[in-house]
């Protein structure tokens, strides 16, 4: 399962009540990426609850494809978020209050933790394989984004 489908919105119930409708808990499902690609309702949100949603669908959902949001844009693009705050130095319990923070999101930080392994395990193996196809530059490019995340 995939991290995005493991970060969920933060005080899911009121921002239902305030849009009056209901959305699903998680962030990516497609009935909340609809309401943030649509903009329906966001006028009933209070200001900073809208601000927050508002700057998450500027963030993530912005793109040029076709089949936006179902494009997988705001998914590897919430990904990249994720790495760099991890490259910043933050463990997944600081990752995890900074989403909270920034966007409104959040995720339990075992599968922060579960996400950042699963990357670390397969930048290994391919670290492994440029090793054994004798792609040294490359090799040694991998060990040092790998040795990155691991910190």
Known sequence: MAITDKI????????????????????????????????????KLDDATRE????????FLDCNCDNNPYCGCPERKFIQYLLELRAQGLGPDAIVDVMSDDYMVYAYSGDVLSFLDNGIRTLEAAEGLARVDGHGEKRDEIRRVKDDLAR
Do not use: C, W
């Open 8 to 43: 969920y919105v933060k005080n899911h119930r009121q921002l239902s009540s305030q849009l009056e409708t209901n959305i699903p808990k998680g962030a990516f499902k497609g009935a909340t990426l609809d309401m943030l690609f649509q903009g329906k309702g966001l006028e």
């Open 52 to 59: 927050r949603v508002l700057d998450f669908a500027g963030d």
